[in-house]
């Protein structure tokens, strides 16, 4: 059973158009991320959400945001994509405190 | 956007030798440490963890060293074996705060 699972794995798509990465976790944890990997594999922190409520809200574009319909869920939609957008999006969660467990990733290109 | 400044360290090392691998971390008041494996293509995996109150922690065929006075971590890996070639990523943890992750480092493994 897959613990954090990431749809797509991979998604190609224009510049400008509006695209969303779905998460889920069956763990029971309370909280739920967003990271940014970029190509020289730095992992950086977007989003989290504990109990639907978003918690942290780093300095992204505000063309990102992040929607939780329940706490097995935390998907990220992105409006007017940019090609700098590029990069590796990953899903985690954790019970507060405690240490994250990570999806396999989505690929995103913007061409 | 992009990590500019920052780059990969990689760390290359003979099949079958000891492979130790370090961290710098920045808050001096963090209190809990863990190391992540990456592998090609997937999410970053949970390898062992340590808290502030110990020094030293031993897993299978890994060893977590944390030096408190320097702000270092390091994790050591026994034996080094091919499938050990990956992304290592330590992460440190204020309690009530989120994990934030350290630049990674490549292992690469030589036959």
Redo the contacts between chains.
Sequence with gaps: DTAVSQTPKYLVTQMGNDKSIKCEQNLGHDTMYWYKQDSKKFLKIMFSYNNKELIINETVPNRFSPKSPDKAHLNLHINSLELGDSAVYFCASTQWGSLPFFGQGTRLTVV | ???VG???PTLSVQEGDNSIINCAYSNSASDYF?W?K?ES??????II?IRSNMDKRQGQRVTVLLNKTVKHLSLQIAATQPGDSA?Y?CAE?M??Q????G??T?LSVLP
């Design positions: 956007g992009e990590s920052l780059h990969l863990i992540y990456q293509g997937k999410g970053p995996q949970f963890d992304v990523f943890n309690e009530g989120n994990f934030v992750f630049p990674g490549r």
